[in-house]
């Protein structure tokens, strides 16, 4: 598995995550996107092995994907924060596509 850290090269834009539970908006610093997975800072837990829908967007050039997956790790507590970890369960060509289009328009 390969992993592209967003990194923020003095842009204050932020990645947007939202589900059904939450909706966050996330600095490039607190997101590593993996090619099967997402990993996250949140103030939010979420449970373990619960299946959830998130979308990120790039709020550089409007970019989105939707990816489906499920929560394999939330370690942290409420006043330090979360680490939250997802694997994502399917991807289409296409999101993958787009996926990458988002980090790599990040990494600049």
Not at 29 to 36: E, L, N, T
């Given at each position: 598995m390969s992993a592209r850290?967003?990194?923020?090269?003095?842009?204050?834009?932020?990645?947007?995550?939202?589900?059904?539970?939450?909706?966050?908006?996330?600095?490039?610093?607190?997101?590593?996107?993996?090619?099967?997975?997402?990993?996250?800072?949140?103030?939010?837990?979420?449970?373990?092995w619960v299946e959830m829908t998130v979308t990120l967007q790039s709020h550089n050039d409007g970019a989105a994907v939707n990816c489906t997956g499920v929560v394999v790790g939330c370690s942290g507590n409420k006043h330090a924060g979360y680490q939250v970890s997802m694997v994502f369960t399917s991807m289409t060509k296409q999101a993958e596509a787009r996926l990458d289009a988002i980090v790599y328009s990040r990494a600049g």
């Open positions: 850290k967003i990194t923020n090269q003095g842009n204050s834009e932020q990645l947007t995550v939202n589900s059904r539970k939450a909706s966050l908006a996330l600095s490039p610093d607190a997101v590593s996107i993996h090619k099967g997975g997402i990993e996250f800072r949140s103030e939010k837990s979420f449970p373990i």
